[in-house]
């Protein structure tokens, strides 16, 4: 919403300085965006006296000029304007001058041998118009010295609000008015509507062809005809006004209307009466009907829309845009004045369906005054008789206005049970009335009655909020909450929210970059990991390929990876925390944290390098991603168990399962399957990891008394390595864990360092090779102590798995 600072005072008197203006506006709810000041950027542009103007040496089409700038003596400047002679008034800039329209600071200068130092402008140089011909010809009577933006009415601020889409009433500048004066920056002076007698019985009827159910589409319908009208450019003052706020003049009679639905948010619509054929009738549109709108388009048109039709058919969209075929040009004579009410949400609705944004659509569909129909149209009467003469009719008048709001019953008290604010009676009382609000009654409850223009307020926090902003919310205290001496405060965030955050920042300190994707996914990739169940197909889906929940988030970091290949940048590693789901019910909405890899989008780096061709992800990748994502989690994994083979989105023989137990299954981690991604569409390597949040174990609430071991010792650790032979299907972990297990005191390390199968070794069984490092506390090991702890290793081996060591 925009208007400029004379437009606002000639609703409110006030002597408030802009900026003070702008701090109120946005105190009392209307944020203010922008504030455009031409008066600043023109400050350097003052009215100049050509004394002499004569030909150039050196140059056919430039001319020397000497300027009375009136701030001492005369400056000479080369000008190569058309119309630069000696006599003419215009306006000067002087070095050191930002100049808009070219985009440079001017500067002392030579041109073809001749000093200049300053530059006569052209309107397009200072970007108040599109003349670049020749440079500014002004009066004999400009005053030289002067600055020409005051001179030429430029120094009128233009500001710009921000306005919700519950308030309405602020979309019209005597709305904005009236909240500045309630804020104490000024007196509201909006003028009272006269009503406009009609000389004539107006000769359009109008009718409302609504079933019942459907009369709330266009409650109240106005029209008046006016005729004799002279139709040419509205004045200056309107041109300039519409200007200032982006809109292009068109002519007197749409000029009108389009102040109209900015000063008092009413938007009104006129037609040319000699270009409609009988009455008018409203009513929803045909099944194929089309109309050519002002806008150059043909909509073809369904019952879905209203519209205002004749004998000839549509000639506008009800609250929307009117058609072509009935418009006001230079030649109108007679025209049609309507202005009516229509139902916000058919107006909405229409509007998306049929793709147009137009003011008055923006207005109808977030509320207009209803007791302000008949006087608008009175208002643009008004104005059409002054500004384009003519004779008006009597008003036509189809359907009824709404009943006022009902009373509100309102405690005073509210005010401060809901904001902590104490404030008198008087004041508050003072609030809701100069927001034109009836307030009733005397004593603590009295009944408070909204007016038209504010269908948004319906109960009493609403007017509390009234209260609340006219009064300031800086009014309201900052009182900390009371703490029992010795308190312990509660955690706010549970465990699950504590990960989830947590999460996000460790897969990110990885170099892994997190992505947002849907929660909705096509029904077949859904079926590829696990999902599909009709109970997570949705009823209504936005699109064709989001008809599912999800039942993880690969496949929309999969599609996200692809997307980033597909424009060149196929290495690359990409998270995502978020919700999926595995039933419909609460407990089968859990919350997952994944992550992939594509390319050569390792750890330690992307792309090629002189030390060496980049090396392709691979499995090993995801599982150092997840276990370090456990690890910053705080979950112990001394229990984790990592088992062989993974989900069916998971290349079988090089991925694995996470778990604590057979029960306890928590994510998995590996390379995508083949199959996976050329059903998806998508190419690898992709290795990728999904761990559930909500399976991991929860942290003990009071943490196992363990005595502390010593740091550091100061005797050398010993290390031997041990090569076994056990069947195939015995996991390499869980030998590690036997060894460990084997002498806890001494033994600090055990690392797999070797596996083998093939020659040498029997079929179905492999060689697996551990280095056990013990670190003794006390005294150095002797040879038997060594020996003894590596017996202790060969027998539990060789109970547990049938182990041999290897020849």
Known sequence: ????????????????????????????????????????????????????????????????????????????????????????????????????????TLGKGVIRGVESNGMLCSAAELQISEDHDGIIDLPEDAPVGQPYAAYAGLDDAVIEIA?????????????????????????????????????????????????????????AFALRLVRGVRNGPSPDWLQARLRAIGLRPINALVDITNLMTFDRNRPLHVFDAAKVRGDLVVRRAQPGEEILALDGKTYRLGEEQVVIA?????????????????????????????????????????????????????????????????????????MILELCGGEASEMVFAGALPAAAEPIDFPWSEVKRLTGLELSQAEMEQALTALGFTVAGQG?????????????????????????????????????????????????????????????????????????????????????????????????????????????????????????????????????VGQIFTSDQ???????????????????????????????????????????????????????????????????????????????????????????????????PLVAFEIHLDALPLPKARPTKVKPKLALSGFQPVTRDFAFIVDRAVAAGEMQKTAQNADRALISDVAVFDLYEGQGVEPGRKSVALAVTLQPVERTLTEAEIEAVGAKIIVEMARRYGAALRG
């Open 163 to 219: 306005v919700t889409p519950n308030r309405a009433d602020a979309l019209g500048v005597a709305g904005v008015a009236r909240d500045l004066a309630a804020a104490g920056l000024g007196r509201l002076k909006t003028p009272a509507v006269a009503p406009v007698a009609g000389s004539f019985p107006c000769p359009v009827g109008v009718s409302l062809d609504f079933a019942e159910q459907d009369r709330h589409l266009c409650p």
């Open 310 to 382: 004749d004998a000839h058919g549509v000639e506008s969209l009800a609250g929307i845009m009117g058609g072509e075929a009935s418009g006001c040009d230079e030649g109108t004579v007679d025209v049609l004045v309507e202005s009516a009410l229509w139902d916000p949400l058919n107006i909405a609705r229409s509007g998306r369906m049929l793709g147009i944004n137009s003011d008055a659509r923006y207005r109808f569909e977030r509320g207009v005054d209803p007791a302000f129909c008949q006087p608008g149209l009175d208002l643009a009467t008004a």
């Open 586 to 684: 609460p407990a089968g909405q859990l919350m997952a944290a994944t992550g992939l890899r594509r390319g050569s989008a390792r750890i330690e780096g992307v792309g090629r390098h002189w030390d060496g061709a980049a090396k392709p992800v691979d499995a090993l990748d995801a599982k150092a991603d997840v276990m370090g994502l456990l690890a910053g989690l705080g979950v112990p994994v001394g229990g984790l168990q990592i088992v062989a083979g993974g989900p069916a989105w998971a290349h079988p023989g090089r991925s694995a399962t996470l778990q604590f137990g057979p029960k306890g299954v928590v994510g998995a981690f590996g390379e995508v399957h083949p199959k996976v991604l050329k059903a998806l569409d998508a190419k690898g």
């Open 444 to 576: 603590e409850r009295v009944r408070v009655t909204p007016p038209s223009w504010r269908a948004d307020v319906g109960g009493k926090a609403d007017l509390v909020e009234e209260i609340l902003r006219i009064a300031g919310l800086d009014r309201v205290a900052s009182t900390p909450l009371p703490r029992i001496k010795g308190e312990v405060i509660k955690p706010v965030l549970t465990v699950l929210q504590k990960r989830t955050r947590l999460a996000k920042r460790l897969l990110a300190s990885r170099g892994m970059v997190e992505a947002v994707t849907w929660s909705f996914i096509a029904h077949e990739a859904a079926k590829l990991f696990g999902g599909g169940s009709d109970a997570l197909a949705l009823a209504n889906p936005i699109a064709a390929d989001l008809s599912d929940m999800r039942p993880s988030l690969l496949p929309g970091l999969i599609a996200a990876a692809q997307s980033n290949a597909d424009r060149g940048h196929g290495d690359v590693a990409l998270f995502e």
């Open 1 to 104: 919403m925009k208007f400029t600072l004379s437009w606002l005072k000639e609703h409110l008197d006030t002597t408030a300085t802009v900026d003070a203006i702008a701090e109120a506006l946005t105190r009392v709810g209307l944020e203010v965006e922008a504030v455009e000041n031409k008066a600043k950027a023109l400050q350097a542009f003052t009215i100049a006296s050509v004394i002499e103007a004569r030909q150039h040496p050196n140059a056919d089409r430039l001319r020397v000029c000497l300027v009375d700038t009136g701030a001492g003596e005369p400056v000479q400047v080369v000008c190569g304007a058309p119309n630069a002679r000696t006599g003419m008034k215009s306006v000067f800039s002087p070095p050191g001058t930002y100049i808009p329209g070219k985009d440079i």
